[in-house]
């Protein structure tokens, strides 16, 4: 007989700048109809951190009794055993303790071991690659699902780019879809300092993501119509009135990574004990995803934004690369971004004030027979949009509190058990309604003939 753990799911880093939002927008779904949340805890080093954070996600949205019903875990990133218990009481851990380069692995070599499921909202591309490097096989062993990126790195991306892809129906097939990501607000917004630390931290990274990729199997490649467009750094989208400048986030990776997977598994992955009805459902979904180029562009209407982008980007690139450059970075994460990050992160003020819309711009071809050598010029166009509030303390604590909803709520649905990408993961459930209905929107913009 399988004893049940105690809690259904458990919180590492709560206290941190993301992790209490997370743990806030947890609590609206915690013993409400039809929430498989009945149970969760918090965890981490400092119980009086925690406590506090408890406090704070408490008021003024919910009682203060639920808050006396939650309990305080101890648990640290440094200290294996204690994780290794931590994941014997619950069935899913969400992890928010970063920069996941330095803290990460340990978590999920936990949960990979014990056969616990596990969430984090990581943008670390050297992280997940090593994470899937490294535990895949077991996790897949024992049962314990890894899904890294569960925020808005990566989902908005993932989703959006499945949910545009599937726009191409018929004959008619992408070739390349860029996003054009652009964050609105009243008040200039600044970022907090992890993520700030995160992209630091990823440039020294660079080398050991590269030795990563070199020591493993090459992917599998998804079959495109046409040539592999040439790469602009900088490039005009008349069509929605943008700037754009590549971002070297993960997001790009992980649909790549996800449409390899594809390309070996053309229905999906198969659930751990799926009924007919969703086997059904899930190769009715994938069949129709078509895939192609993607890149992330960061836009802006203004010229001016996108060298100041750029000059960012630069000073990152070059500090980064060494010791004593990323320690000025991190001492002075003000001055070096130019006043977009900061210690302290963004006021109440300027969360509230934010949103964000990534749009999905595709070329591709009615027929794709039009591919073929001397016609690869596409003849069609396609323009979906996202949109959302605020991105790292509103919509990732929504996006991440959604997937663990829908992972608790329908596991035999999912694959049993290995490291995957939220889109393989994610793709064909109803995570898409569930954010729909929570404050983010999908959208078809336009489809066009363009003329030759």
């Given amino acids: ?26 609590l609206k779904f915690l013993n409400t109809p039809s929430s498989p949340l009945n149970s969760i805890a918090i965890a981490g080093r400092n119980p009086t951190k925690l406590a506090q954070t408890l406090q704070w996600a408490t008021r003024p949205d919910n009682d203060p009794p639920r808050a006396s019903s939650i309990p305080i875990l101890a648990a640290d990133t440094a200290d294996a055993p204690s994780l290794r218990h931590l994941c014997r009481q619950t069935r899913l851990i969400l992890n928010c303790v970063g920069p ?115 020591s ?35 997001d790009a990776t992980l649909v790549g990574r996800t449409l390899s997977i594809l390309a070996e598994n ?11 009805e969703i086997v059904e459902k899930r190769k009715s979904f994938w069949s129709s995803v078509k895939p192609a180029h993607f890149r992330v562009k960061i836009a802006s209407k203004s010229l001016l934004n996108i060298f100041g982008y750029i000059m960012v980007g630069l000073i990152i690139g070059v500090l980064g690369s060494t010791s004593f450059g990323r320690r000025l970075l991190l001492k002075y994460p003000s001055i ?31 027929d794709t027979s039009l591919a073929a050598p001397g016609n690869t010029k596409p003849d069609m166009e396609i323009v979906t949009r996202v949109m959302g509030p605020e991105m790292g303390y509103v919509t990732t604590p929504i996006i991440m ?34 954010l729909q209905q929570n404050g983010m929107s999908f959208d078809v913009i336009s489809k066009n003939t363009l003329s030759s």
């Avoid at 753990?5 to 919180?11: A, E, K, R, S, V």
């Avoid at 535990?135 to 699902?145: C, R």
């Avoid at 630390?197 to 993501?209: F, I, P, R, T, Y």
């Avoid at 709520?409 to 064909?428: A, D, E, H, M, W």
Wanted: proline share 7%; glycine share 10%.
């Fill in 1 to 26: 007989m399988t004893i049940s753990p105690p809690y259904d799911l458990i919180i590492i880093g709560a206290s941190g700048f993301t992790g209490k939002h997370v743990l806030k927008q947890l």
């Fill in 100 to 214: 996941f380069r330095l803290h990460g692995e340990p978590v999920v070599a936990a949960c990979a071991d014990a056969g616990c499921d596990y969430l984090d909202i990581t943008g670390e591309s050297e992280f997940m690659e090593r994470v899937e490097a490294r535990y895949h096989d077991v996790a897949a062993e024992t049962g314990s699902l890894v899904v890294c990126a569960c925020g808005f790195d990566s989902v908005p991306a993932e989703l959006g780019f499945l949910f545009h892809s599937r726009q191409w129906v018929g004959t008619a097939a992408p070739n390349r879809v860029e996003a054009f990501l652009k964050v609105e607000s009243e008040r200039r917004v600044v970022g907090n300092f992890g993520t700030f630390q995160s992209a630091v931290l990823a440039v020294a990274d660079v080398k050991k993501l590269r030795e990563i990729r070199r």
């Fill in 216 to 250: 493993r199997p090459q992917r599998a490649t998804p079959e495109i119509p046409g040539p592999p467009p040439k790469g602009e750094l900088i490039e005009h989208q008349k069509k929605i009135g943008l700037w754009g400048v590549t971002l070297p986030s993960a």
């Fill in 266 to 276: 053309p229905h999906g992955l198969p659930g751990l004990n799926e009924s007919p």
């Fill in 336 to 366: 070096f971004s130019l006043g977009g990050f900061s210690k302290n992160g963004p006021s109440d003020e300027e969360v509230e004030s934010a949103s964000f819309k990534m749009w999905f711009v595709g070329h591709g071809f009615r």
């Fill in 401 to 434: 509190v959604q997937c663990a909803l829908v992972l608790l709520s329908q596991r035999n649905n999912l694959p049993k058990g290995g490291v995957y990408t939220p889109g393989i993961v994610f793709g064909s459930t109803d995570l898409q309604d569930r």
